[in-house]
């Protein structure tokens, strides 16, 4: 059994609630909620000092969860393969949004950035609370990105609803964006 098994119930169950918590990715520990609580991604926006127009980061467990969220319509031919190619792994796709894309989510951008998160403490989250799940670092703006448990208190304190303790992953750097429309990698990872 997985060391922080007897954790994602409970932790799954405040992201259904429309709290805020805490849990480990592949480079560092990161904050999430339900992407469509509004007032749970705004919380997220206080926390980190991060403007709505800067967009978030959305994660999840398998495409099925991530898929609502893009404009299935205007997705290239070869998305597929695309997907194949990087998912689940450490690489965020631009697609275009969706309807059901919410624009807290967005930001001022006409895509959402997804990402089948292959991280198991991350990805096992997904599974249990049964939905995608916003995927921002977890530190105010202007700080280093917090790697333990014990860091995110030190930055947020009792303001994040619940943290999952797990190990982050041996990345060092944040995932890859890869805007698919245009092909630029908007962030390198």
Not at 70 to 85: E, N, V
Not at 90 to 107: D, F, K, Q, Y
């Amino acid at each position: 059994m997985k060391p922080w098994a007897s954790q994602l119930r409970r932790v799954a169950g405040v992201i259904r609630r429309g709290g805020v918590v805490a849990y480990p990715t592949a480079s560092c520990y990161g904050l999430g909620c339900d992407p469509r609580n509004r007032r749970a991604v705004r919380r997220i926006l206080r926390l980190k000092n991060r403007p709505v127009w800067k967009g978030l980061i959305v994660i999840g467990a398998s495409r099925r969860q991530l898929l609502p969220y893009a404009d299935r319509h205007r997705l290239p031919g070869d998305i597929d393969q695309t997907m194949d190619a990087v998912w689940p792994g450490p690489v965020s796709l631009i697609l275009p949004a969706g309807r059901r894309c919410p624009p807290w989510v967005r930001g001022r951008h006409d895509g959402i950035a997804l990402r089948e998160d292959a991280h198991p403490p991350a990805r096992d989250l997904c599974k249990v609370a049964g939905m995608a799940i916003v995927s921002t670092s977890a530190n105010p703006a202007g700080f280093q990105s917090a790697r333990t448990a014990t860091e995110v208190r030190r930055y947020f304190g009792s303001r994040v609803d619940a943290i999952l303790r797990a190990p982050i992953g041996k990345q060092r750097k944040p995932s890859r964006i890869i805007d698919v429309q245009s092909g630029r990698t908007l962030r390198p990872g």
